[in-house]
Each structure stands twice: as structure tokens, then as C-alpha cells.
């Protein structure tokens, strides 16, 4: 028997759930009970943000960004995408459509996207392109980058030096080489 604590029948009833769900819910075995809510025993106290004295209560959220995301971090990741894709291009399929090595700004871009879409999340990927369907389009992607183009990116985004080819699982897959990204 399966209980829905911290409502009664007459609450749900209130609530906007249909007499059909309801009716569905009491068929299924559903026990209406009065139970009360658990409340915590200590009151959260802490004021939220960062408490940082270096971080100005004016700084904004690119200002917060930035401090993790430096010009040295954008360079290491640009740098390693267009090593790997480079590589892969002329090593593993040189019938591969050609790479254009992408800049801090496009990276930046990316990145960009990448977080608008985790904002705005939708079913497929290339929704977010989408003309078909401009009502869940996300709004300016396709004038940032083109859908190819993110793709392009995404298959080849590296962060990690690995000039030996070597892929992870592989015999010869150097963990250690995952560290360069935290000294960039």
C-alpha cells in the first residue's frame, strides 16, 4: 500500500489533479493520510553568494566566470581542440571534411551555447537550430554558429595533450596527461 504524505484526500482534491488521476490513484491503492511535514531543527542561516573578501559584492556574473575560465584556460582548450582535430583529420580520416582551427572567440561562443542549452533544454540537439519549429528554437544560435559548425566542434573539443593518438582505454592512454588542463 503506497501512502502521499502530507496531504489528504481533500487537499489533493484541491489541488490540480483530475477526479480521473485521483480515481486512478485510489484504484492503484493509494492511502490518503494527514501526516506532518518534517521540519529541520536549525534554520538556514547563511547568507547566500560568494564570501570571498576578493570578490567584489558588485562583480558580475561574467566577472565570476572569468576567474575560473582565464585567458590561459580559453588558450589550453583552443590549442588542444585544434591539435586533435588536426591530428585526427590527417591520421585517422583524411576524407574527413576539413577543419578550420577554431579562435578563443568562437570557443567562447561555444561555450556560450553550450550554456544557454543547458538552460534551455530540448529533446534533440539540433532543435536549438531549429526553423522548422521557431517556437522552440533557441533564440540566436544559428547566428552564433552554425549547427555544422558546433558539431565540428563538439566532436573535436580536447582539453588534454595527446599527441600519441592514444585514445582513453586504450594500452598507452596517459592519465597523466589530464593534469595540463588544471596548469594551463
Given at each position: 500500500m503506497l501512502v502521499v504524505a502530507e496531504h489528504t484526500l481533500e487537499s489533493v482534491r484541491s489541488s490540480n489533479l483530475s477526479a480521473a488521476t485521483i480515481a486512478v490513484l485510489n484504484e492503484i491503492g493509494f492511502e490518503w493520510k494527514k501526516q506532518e511535514p518534517t521540519s529541520y531543527t536549525q534554520p538556514y542561516t547563511v547568507t547566500p553568494g560568494p564570501t570571498s573578501p576578493d570578490v567584489a559584492s558588485q562583480s558580475t556574473p561574467q566577472d565570476l566566470f572569468s576567474r575560473f575560465f582565464t585567458d590561459e584556460v580559453w588558450d589550453c582548450i583552443v590549442t588542444e581542440t585544434n591539435q586533435y582535430a588536426n591530428f585526427f583529420v590527417v591520421q585517422n580520416n583524411p576524407s574527413c571534411r576539413t577543419w578550420t582551427n577554431t579562435t578563443v572567440d568562437e570557443m567562447k561562443a561555444f561555450v556560450?551555447?553550450?550554456?544557454?542549452?543547458?538552460?534551455?533544454?530540448?529533446?534533440?540537439?539540433?532543435?536549438?537550430?531549429?526553423?522548422?519549429?521557431?517556437?522552440?528554437?533557441t533564440?540566436?544560435?544559428?547566428?552564433?554558429?552554425?549547427l555544422r559548425r558546433f558539431e565540428q566542434i563538439w566532436r573535436f573539443l580536447h582539453l588534454t595533450e595527446n599527441s600519441?593518438?592514444?585514445?582513453?582505454?586504450?594500452?598507452?592512454?596517459d592519465m597523466t596527461n589530464c593534469s595540463k588542463f588544471g596548469n594551463c
Amino acid at each position: 500500500m503506497l501512502v502521499v504524505a502530507e496531504h489528504t484526500l481533500e487537499s489533493v482534491r484541491s489541488s490540480n489533479l483530475s477526479a480521473a488521476t485521483i480515481a486512478v490513484l485510489n484504484e492503484i491503492g493509494f492511502e490518503w493520510k494527514k501526516q506532518e511535514p518534517t521540519s529541520y531543527t536549525q534554520p538556514y542561516t547563511v547568507t547566500p553568494g560568494p564570501t570571498s573578501p576578493d570578490v567584489a559584492s558588485q562583480s558580475t556574473p561574467q566577472d565570476l566566470f572569468s576567474r575560473f575560465f582565464t585567458d590561459e584556460v580559453w588558450d589550453c582548450i583552443v590549442t588542444e581542440t585544434n591539435q586533435y582535430a588536426n591530428f585526427f583529420v590527417v591520421q585517422n580520416n583524411p576524407s574527413c571534411r576539413t577543419w578550420t582551427n577554431t579562435t578563443v572567440d568562437e570557443m567562447k561562443a561555444f561555450v556560450g551555447l553550450l550554456i544557454c542549452m543547458g538552460i534551455t533544454k530540448l529533446p534533440r540537439l539540433e532543435l536549438h537550430w531549429s526553423s522548422k519549429f521557431p517556437q522552440i528554437k533557441t533564440a540566436g544560435t544559428s547566428v552564433i554558429m552554425p549547427l555544422r559548425r558546433f558539431e565540428q566542434i563538439w566532436r573535436f573539443l580536447h582539453l588534454t595533450e595527446n599527441s600519441n593518438g592514444t585514445a582513453y582505454g586504450q594500452p598507452g592512454f596517459d592519465m597523466t596527461n589530464c593534469s595540463k588542463f588544471g596548469n594551463c
